[in-house]
Every structure is written in C-alpha cells, then in structure tokens.
Nanobody, 119 residues
Framework: QVQLVESGGALVQFGGSLRLSCVTS????????WAWYRQAPGKEREVVAT????????NYADSVLGRFTISRDESKDTLYLQMDALKPDDTGVYYC????????????WGQGTQVTVSS
C-alpha cells in the first residue's frame, strides 16, 4: 500500500524559506520520477518541481525557477523541496507524488502540507 506523508509547511513572511519533506512508502522510490504539486486557494493543482528518476535532472515551473530546489534521499525514501525567497503567490497546499504526464488522474494522494506566505 502506497503512502505519502508531507510535512514542513508553515506560516512564513515574504522572503522567508521553508523546507518541505515527503516520506514515501510502498514505492520502489528510486525508480520513479517525483514531483511536488501545489494547490493554491481557488485554483487547480499544478506541478511546481519535478525530479526525474536519475535523481539529477529537474524541471521547475517558471514561477518558482531559481527559488525552489527539489531533491531526494534514497536511503530514506524521502523527497524534499527547499523553498527560498517565498512570495504570497506561493501560498497553497503542497503535495508530493510520482510524476507522469497524466498526473491529474493519480488517485492516491497524501494530506499535503499548508504553506502560507504573508506579505
């Protein structure tokens, strides 16, 4: 049974930093591409950062490029998202999951972690 447990969200001021963690289980972690997703209030969920299965190649949404860094620890089956220079537009619930082109059809999600950036 797959499980995703996100943590690290908080209320932070404009320009601050946070590090999100996602502990996974039920996956052969290193074989998958992984992503962080964000759902802002009143908006659809979107992909903000992707880490491909080689653990090296990444892709970022334009809105977070240069400010967010996705990484993983294979020994802990854990995915991370370092978030710097946070802006109010970064506010939302952050989720991790495997990445695929039809990610919107993924049925199993964790509870997410809330990030709120005050101006």
């Amino acid at each position: 049974q797959v499980q995703l447990v996100e943590s690290g969200g908080a209320l932070v001021q404009f320009g601050g930093s946070l590090r999100l963690s996602c502990v996974t289980s039920g996956f052969t972690f290193r074989r998958y591409p992984w992503a962080w997703y964000r759902q802002a209030p009143g908006k659809e969920r979107e992909v903000v950062a992707t880490l491909f299965s080689d653990g090296i190649n990444t892709n970022y949404a334009d809105s977070v490029l240069g400010r967010f860094t996705i990484s993983r620890d294979e020994s802990k089956d854990t995915l991370y998202l370092q978030m710097d220079a946070l802006k109010p537009d970064d506010t939302g619930v952050y989720y991790c999951n495997t990445f695929r082109l039809d990610w919107a059809s993924i049925a199993d999600w964790g509870q997410g972690t809330q990030v709120t950036v005050s101006s």
